[in-house]
């Protein structure tokens, strides 16, 4: 037997020695676990049996209420054990098939023997709770199986670094208890064992890396010290896996004072939220809140507005270019994300401190109770040192007296007196009853008909009132969509807080656009965060201190002021931002094109920038072939993992390119490959080709409102391709026709870089500047066929 032949039947033993145990705890804790919850149903089912009711005198009383107590501290105390014995249970089924996938044999500087530590998912202790038997891959030691290889080693601990020799590092992968593989690694964790993982195919929902978390992204995951941490990670280099481990590492190192529903992921679309949402799960961990930025704008503006989805703007962007308004609708779209704006939009609440505030007249039954300009000038009565949101509820609150002054006359009213006649039976009647329970109260009789004809007149203007008082207390009183409008249709206000010559080009054209849309209740999406953060600015921001982290993911698509919106509404969370600048597909450029503004919303004594530069989704070939499409793209370096190179075809016409991408499909199919996507530019075309080749085969089409990730075959837009993966892509059509303004350079590479094993490029005639710029030996070329026979 040799040595590696020897070492394995060693560890082997350790494996079934660990995982009987493991076994002989499960077996206890499920008996536990069945005693606990037969206590909890029979103490609920007779939980007044054993508590003397008696409430006769004061003393009385009091001993039944400390007997209901006693009873209900056991049962919540039963339960508490229930679920801690439940969670333990459910974390050793997790453990007990694969315990552990690594070794480090580690001896601190001038302490004990050696000692070897095994990496788990979760920890085990020895029967006696002495001994590690398996250490949580997130406990301070484990940051040495990341961080080195064989020699001089260290970590981190609450007390100071600990320092030491690491003499051995070795790495399993133990499926159903029995070891399947083992490697002794160097350096970088076993780039065997990242080998075997990666070239796995993908799954509809993303895997844990702890296995295999590189050095760079520990980094990432352990990093705690900075308010803002800004990951800029090439395609595939691991960001979303990254993110999502780090929120495990957080869990787990305040654990005392952090739980799962304070943190959340801001996603770029709801089927990448249900893409990662196991994750964490996996890790034993419950889920982060997960949303994306739509769905709050949704939420805080969707009953007063129609709002444009990002995805909208983007199908727009894409396909109107030959359009009359397209320039202005960029321009609006770019101006009205930027910093810049962000700073108007200051400067005008700063005015509006002064000036300028707009109401609108509280009125009930077509006649004023307050005129607009009696309560701008009640506004500006108040401490000009107030701050704006403060104004607004003393405003509120005198609005509220007013209307109840008004009350207090109204009901005198003869429209009060025609509706009383008006009244059914069964509502004098409850009214009658209603007031009758009043005045007995109050300890007076009720038995004068005036006094009634009185209450009831009162009761129905107060009624009548009701909506409005409502209105009041919500602020909609102040108006702040014309307030918005002002900017666009008052040249001179504009000109006022954003100076002269700040105007963007075409400027008519933008205002005449936003006025409109406005008028018509609908807001572009480009408005919708400079909206609500103007309309926050005024009325005041509500904000969730409760979120302690917010995980910002894509970040190089979100403007200075949705980040900027961010960090206002979750004021004690720290931030982790996570971008690609060369996937910055959207109109508006990219915050992380110049990290001024994402560095900025912190400061940059408070805010870190880790880099990834290698590439772990595709193969090294497909990494060498787009990496030239971005500028600073040779900075990226793919993971050795090898694979066909891309293959470029050109097609005649469309007919030609559904018959290839057809045999194509059929072809992956047959050879295994369980994820294929055909990758459109927009969701019109992904539309058209799923008409065309839907009844072929089994063929699923995305869309914005697609909730779920599924294997097997799709046709999808490049822009919700965004975060995902597939074992096989094909690019619809990368012709030079589809694919050549600059703005579209970011989208095709995004497209190109969610392959994982084979990606096959089509194009119907002349091909995209962007493939032709390619080193033509990173791909194989099949040119246009002479013969269209082939057909
Ligand atoms: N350390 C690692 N071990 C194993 N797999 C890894 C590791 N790092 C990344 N991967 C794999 O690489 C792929 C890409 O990872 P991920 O989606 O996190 O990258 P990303 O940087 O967010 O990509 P993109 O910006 O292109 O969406 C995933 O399949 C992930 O599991």
């Known amino acids: 037997m040799n040595v590696l032949e020897h070492e394995w039947r060693l560890e082997q033993e350790r494996v079934d020695e660990v995982t009987n145990q493991m076994a002989g705890r499960m077996d206890k ?13 029979n103490i609920r089912k007779h939980f007044w049996d054993d508590v003397s009711i008696n409430v006769s005198t004061h003393e009385d009383k009091a001993e039944t209420y400390s007997s209901m107590r006693q009873q209900a501290e056991v049962l919540s105390e039963r339960e508490r054990s229930y679920r801690q014995a439940a969670a333990v249970l459910g974390k050793l089924k997790r453990l007990i098939k694969s315990p552990y996938f690594g070794r480090i044999d580690f001896k601190e500087e001038g302490q004990g023997p050696e000692e070897r530590i095994y990496l788990g998912i979760a920890s085990y202790l020895s029967e006696d709770e002495q001994t590690y038997l398996v250490y949580d891959w997130r406990a301070p030691i484990s940051s040495l199986y990341y961080d080195y290889g064989p020699g001089a080693a260290a970590f981190e601990t609450p007390v100071g670094e600990i320092k030491g020799t690491m003499s051995l590092k070795r790495q399993f992968v133990i499926r159903d208890r029995s070891i399947r593989l083992m490697f002794d690694t160097g350096v970088t964790i076993g780039d065997e064992l990242l080998q075997q993982v990666l070239s796995r195919s993908s799954d509809a929902q993303m895997k844990s890396i702890v296995a295999t978390i590189q050095k760079e992204q520990n980094q990432i995951i352990r990093n705690d010290r900075s308010r803002m941490l800004i990951v800029q990670g090439a395609a595939g280099s691991g960001k979303t896996s990254a993110a999502l481990q780090r929120v495990a590492y957080l869990l787990y190192k305040h654990r005392e004072n952090l739980q799962a529903d304070q943190m959340v992921l801001f996603s770029p679309n709801p089927m990448f939220n249900s893409y990662v949402s196991t994750v964490l799960p996996e890790l034993g961990e419950e889920n982060m809140q997960q949303t994306t930025f739509q769905e709050y704008l949704e939420k805080r503006l969707g009953g007063q507005f129609e709002v444009e989805s990002p995805f909208n703007q983007m199908e727009y962007v894409l396909t109107a270019v030959k359009e009359r308004s397209y320039s202005a609708k960029i321009n609006a779209i770019r101006y009205k994300s930027s910093a810049d704006y962000l700073a108007v939009i200051g400067g005008y609440k700063d005015l509006l401190k002064q000036e300028g505030m707009i109401f609108k007249a509280i009125r009930f039954r077509g006649r004023v109770i307050a005129a607009q300009d009696i309560i701008a000038e009640k506004f500006y009565s108040y401490d000009s040192a107030t701050r704006l949101p403060n104004r607004i509820v003393l405003l509120k609150e005198w609005l509220l007296n007013e209307i109840a002054a008004f009350e207090e006359q109204e009901w005198k009213e003869g429209w009060v007196e025609d509706r009383m006649e008006l009244l059914e039976p069964e509502d004098y009647l409850r009214s009658y009853k209603k007031l009758r329970q009043i005045q007995k109260g109050k300890g007076d009789t009720f038995d004068d008909f005036d006094t009634e004809k009185e209450w009831l007149a009162r009761s129905i203007v107060h009624e009548e009132l009701k909506p409005l008082i409502k ?48 008028e018509k209740s609908e807001l572009a999406y480009e408005d919708a965060t400079p ?18 982290h917010v995980i910002v993911d894509e970040a190089q698509d979100y403007s200075p002021f949705q980040l900027e919106f961010l960090k206002r509404l979750f004021p004690r969370a720290r931030m982790t931002a996570l971008g690609d600048l060369n996937q910055a597909i959207y109109a508006h450029g990219s915050v992380l094109s110049d990290f001024e503004p994402i560095t900025a919303l912190y400061g940059a004594e408070q805010t870190e920038l880790i880099r990834l530069t290698r590439s772990y989704r595709s193969t090294q070939q497909i990494v060498e072939f787009t990496k030239g499409m971005v500028p600073g793209g040779e900075a990226i370096e793919p993971f050795n993992r090898s694979g066909e190179k891309p293959l470029v075809t050109s097609v005649l016409d469309h007919a030609q390119l559904h018959a290839r991408i057809t045999a194509d499909i059929k072809a992956l199919q047959i050879s295994g490959f369980e994820s294929i996507a055909v990758i459109c530019k927009t969701a019109a075309q992904s539309k058209e080709l799923f008409g065309e080749l839907s009844d072929k085969f089994e063929l699923n089409l995305v869309t914005q409102y697609t909730p779920t990730f599924e294997k097997g075959t799709l046709i999808i837009p490049a822009y919700l391709a965004k975060g995902v993966e597939f074992d096989a892509v094909i690019i619809y059509d990368a012709s030079e ?9 970011k989208l095709f590479y995004t497209a190109c870089t969610r392959a994982m094993h084979l990606l096959h490029v089509y194009a119907v005639g002349e091909l995209s500047p962007f493939v032709l710029a390619q080193n033509p030996l990173t791909y194989e070329f099949a040119p246009l066929p002479i013969d269209s026979s082939s057909r």
């Open 531 to 548: 909206f609500l953060y103007f309309q926050e600015l005024i009325l005041g921001f509500q904000s969730n201190t409760s979120v302690r």
């Open 471 to 518: 209105r009041v207390k919500r602020l909609s009183f102040v108006d702040i969509r014309k307030l918005y409008v002002q900017l666009f249709s008052n040249e001179q206000l504009f000109e006022q807080v954003a100076g002269i010559g700040a105007k963007p080009e075409y400027w008519q054209d933008i205002c005449r656009e936003t006025v409109a849309l406005l």
């Open 29 to 41: 804790l499920e008996q536990e676990v069945g005693n606990v919850r037969t206590e909890v149903v």
């Open 737 to 745: 026709e589809q694919y050549n303004r600059e703005s579209e350079r």
